[in-house]
Every structure is written in C-alpha cells, then in structure tokens.
C-alpha cells in the first residue's frame, strides 16, 4: 500500500474526500488528513507519505508553498494540487514545481480514481525502478572483486587511456600512486603428489592468499589473478632501484612460504621497472618473459629479467650430430640413441644461454625433422604427437626442458613401438604372400629369389633376412623344401616317371633333381618310391 495525505483548511471536503475513494482497492492508505501546510509538513515527518493531496488556497501556508516544502525535503512524495481557482498563474507556478496532477474543483471519485490509479502505475514502476537498481548495486558489490581483477588484468594486457586508468584506480581504490611501477609474476610448478589433484583451484587459491598476505605489508601494491591462472603483483612506489630491491624480498617470502606451507612450488618472474602507469603493459610482459626463464632455469626460484638480459646470445650452434643420432635412432629403432640424443639436445639448451623464444624455436625445428623422417619412413603412425595435437605449439605448455625432455623421449619411444609393429606386421604379410607365390610357382624352373622380390617389393638383401627371420629358412631352402615334399606325394601317390616328377616340381635335369632328392630325404626317388610301396613309413 501507498500512503497519501490530504490536506485540505475545510473539513467537509476532507471527510467527503475520505469517505468516497475506495483507497484500497487503488493501493491507497490515507493516512492522515491536515487543515493547512504547516500540519502536512509535520504529517509527512512523520509518515513519510507517496503522495500528498492539497488545497492550494489554505491559510498559514498554501499549497503552492508546501509544494515547495515538500521538494526540497520530500523530494520522492509526489504532489497532487486540488483547487477552486482556474488560475493560469497558479498553474505556471505549479508546473514550475513539478507537481504531479493539477485538479480543479468540485471534483468526481472518477475524476480522483484516474489519478491515483495513474499515480499508482508510475508508483510501481518507480518501486521496480528502485529495485532493479538496488539489486543492480548489491551485484556490483558481490561482483566488486572480480571486476577488480579483470580492469587490473585489463591494465597490464591492454592499450589504456590515461584518462580511463585513473576513473577505474580511483573508482577502485586502488593504491598505486607512483612514482615507479614495477610487476611480479606468480605461477605453480607442480602441485605436488597426487593427493592434490583433486584439490587444484584450492591450491591456487592458497598461492593468491599467501600472495596478498605478503605483498600486502607493503603500501601501494595491488594483486590479481589472471585468466591464464597466474598470480600478479603490481608494486609501486619509490624510484626503480629501491622498488626492484623489495620486489626480490616479496618474492623470495613468496617462493619460500608456499614451499614451507602448501608442499609444493612455484617459480616467481620480476619484471622490469618503468616510471608511467601506460608502460605497465611493458613492465607485465617483462615479468611473464623472466617466468618463461623457469623453461632452461627449472622451478622454485625468483627470476628476474634484468639478470637474465646479460644472459641473451645467439648462444652456440646445436650440434648436427645430436639432431642427426635422434632421427637415426627413431629410424633404426635404437632405444637407447633416441634417449641419449635427447639428453644431449636438453643439456645443450640448458647451457647454450639463448633467449627463450630462440629456445623455443630450436625444438620446432628438431620436432619438424621427427615428423620429417616419420613422413619418409611411410609407416609411422599418422598423429605421433597424440591426438589432434600440434607439436609445434603444444612444447609451450612445459614449464621446464626436463619436462619437454620427457615428453619428447616418451613420443620418440612411442613411436619407435608403434612403426616396429607397423613394420612385423606388413613384414609378416609380406613374408606370407611371397610363401603363397613360391608354392603357387614351385614348379617353374626358373623361379628365382628376384621374381619373389619384385612380386613383394623388397630388396634382395632385405628379403633374405626377413625371411629367414620369419621361416627359419633360406628362399633356396624353402623352395627345396615346396619341390621335395611335392616330389614326395608324386612318387607316393602316382606312376610317373622319375625324370616326368623332377620336371613337374622344376628341375630341367633329372640327375640333378635325384641327387638333391636324395641328399633332403636320405633316399634315392626309386628307394622312396620302392618302400612306401610296401608300406613303409
């Protein structure tokens, strides 16, 4: 319900007024009626009505002049003029007071209705207003740290007037006043052992609080998290120098308080200082740079780019020979010249002080000659790497060399499995289909290890051993063996002539087939021939 108040200096018009409006059913509580404006003032102190219903002509005080009253305290309760007077005058001063309705008396309960159910409607949504606002407030206190974090985050990764980073550090009180400006980066190394897999957001929950204790002794320094699930610190204050020497010790506290307290690590980047708050893009991107440093320093240290700027060289060349026994060993299956290539490669990395993008580009051109030679090799598997994964790019998600040492020997020696099986396996199809031709063509006599070869595309040399290999014998051996037991089976089981069966299984010369028949079985054909007849063996 909306409380109204009348005032009116005739009481019969006040008692008819109260006693004809439904106020109820229009969303109306008369809560007090007044003779004159001093009354209505004194009623609205202690009502605090919507709506005030006044005569304008009163004595003591008009309506015109509680009108008045009423905006400057009031400024929410709205003003509904009843009169007896078509005076434009009166009407001029009331539009200039802003009141809500302009009433000339007598007036109707139809013509009174109208207004308060119009009164009502801009009531309502005046409430809804409200509302909408105060909820609209309270989210933007609830949402208040986060939208922090994100124009912090904003600030340091994005091109920012001036003008704008002043309104927001100002409109979120944030303490940075200068002169120097300098950044520290945060990241985990590994949370540990497995018991903590389960618990990773809280870990890093834990990191940001114990970030927030630590740089929060010290006045002007501001902290966040970003997207990527890094922890910074912008520090500001004193000239450079001085700045960077408290930036080591909150680092150092930092690294060393997560060690002590959570069980695990983290690897802390200092950036540069600059001396405007548009530079702190520069300043945030040279604290994430020294953090990349963790790839060739390894973990749980405090970095800082200015030691690492004395470190930049072209650093010298990698070895030919380490790329070179790494694509021989994946080639020739050799286990243990991938694992030491590998070493070899890391170890050079680590020694070489290369930038860290040359660093990086160093191991893309060692994984592109990988994929180089599987390409050659025709029977490596199709995605090496894993599943839509690209080599190139995937290296940037390792913290450190020992990890991309591990995951390059695990691909390698992967690999180095999956084209060995490949290889038994065409190996054996092929063994087997050059066994199907040799039996099917046994008894040409000019049947030779060349005519096998070129049927299963393999060299002779490569054949030879491979088939040995897999049979346990030589081609000629095996072949002897087809044309012998086929040799058998015709002397055993048919009348043909001697020299007739050496011609069926391949042998122009009937001598020949008689001396080898004899030196495979132990018999000449006419003694084999002779004692199966009689039912030997």
Not at 241 to 250: H, P, S, V
Not at 390 to 416: A, M, Q, V
Request: charged share 30%.
């Amino acid at each position: 319900m909306y409380k109204i108040v009348l005032v009116d200096d005739e009481a019969g018009v006040r008692e008819s007024i109260r006693r004809r409006i439904a106020w109820k059913e229009h969303g109306f509580e008369c809560v007090a009626d007044c003779e004159n404006g001093f009354e209505a003032l004194e009623a609205a102190e202690r009502y605090a009505p919507n709506v005030v219903l006044t005569d304008i002509n009163m004595p003591f005080m008009d309506g015109l002049e509680l009108t008045r009253q009423l905006s400057k305290r009031y400024s929410n309760t709205k003003v509904i003029i009843l009169t007896g007077f078509d005076d434009f005058e009166y009407a001029q001063q009331a539009v200039k007071l802003k009141v809500n309705d302009f009433i000339l008396k007598p007036i109707t309960a139809g013509e009174l209705t109208a207004v308060l159910d119009k009164l009502r409607a801009e009531l309502d949504e005046e409430k809804c207003r409200k509302e909408d606002l105060e909820r609209l407030r309270r989210q933007l206190h609830e949402s208040m740290p986060v939208l922090r974090e994100r124009f912090l985050e904003r600030m340091v990764s994005t091109d920012l007037s001036a003008r704008e980073m002043e309104e927001r550090i100002s409109y979120f009180m944030l303490p940075l006043k200068g002169p120097d400006y300098l950044v520290l980066a945060a990241d985990a190394d590994r949370f540990g052992d497995k018991r903590h897999e389960g618990q990773r957001e809280l870990l890093r929950f834990a990191v940001y609080n114990i970030v927030q204790e630590i740089a929060g002794r010290e006045p002007g320094t501001a902290v966040f998290r970003t997207r990527e699930e890094k922890i910074v610190c912008i520090l500001s204050g004193e000239e450079g120098g001085a700045l960077n020497d408290k930036a080591q010790q909150i680092a150092e506290d930092i690294r060393h308080s997560v060690e002590t307290y959570l069980r695990f690590t983290v690897t802390v980047g200092i950036g540069r200082p600059v001396a405007d708050l548009q530079e702190l893009r520069q300043a945030y991107r040279s604290a994430v740079s020294a953090l990349d440093y963790r790839l060739m320093l390894g973990t749980n240290r405090v970095i800082s780019i200015t030691d690492m700027e004395g470190r930049r060289s072209d650093g010298a060349s990698l070895p030919t020979s380490c790329e070179k026994a790494l694509i021989v060993g994946v080639k020739t299956g050799t286990r243990e010249e991938v694992r030491r290539a590998i070493a070899e490669i890391i170890l050079h990395l680590k020694t070489s002080n290369l930038p860290i993008e040359h660093c990086y580009i160093r191991i893309q051109k060692i994984i592109l000659s990988l994929l180089q030679a599987l390409d050659e090799l025709g029977g490596g598997p199709p995605e090496p790497f894993g599943d839509r994964v690209n080599p190139l790019t995937h290296i940037y998600s390792f913290k450190t060399l020992e990890d991309i040492e591990g995951w390059l020997s695990d691909t390698c020696l992967r690999t180095i499995g999956r084209i060995s099986e490949a290889r038994n396996d065409f190996s054996e199809t092929q063994i087997r289909k050059a066994e199907a031709f040799i039996k099917e063509h046994y008894r040409d006599e000019g049947l030779s290890l060349k005519a096998v070869c070129r049927e299963v595309h393999m060299s002779g040399s490569y054949f030879s051993a491979l088939f040995k290999q897999h049979t346990g014998k030589t081609f000629v051996e095996y072949l002897t063996g087809q044309r012998m037991e086929k040799a058998r089976e015709l002397l055993k089981f048919s009348d043909l002539k001697t020299y007739e069966i050496a011609a069926r299984v391949g042998y122009a010369d009937p001598h020949y087939f008689s001396v080898l028949f004899k030196k495979t079985t132990g018999e000449t054909p006419s003694e084999f021939r002779q004692r199966t007849a009689v039912g030997g063996p």
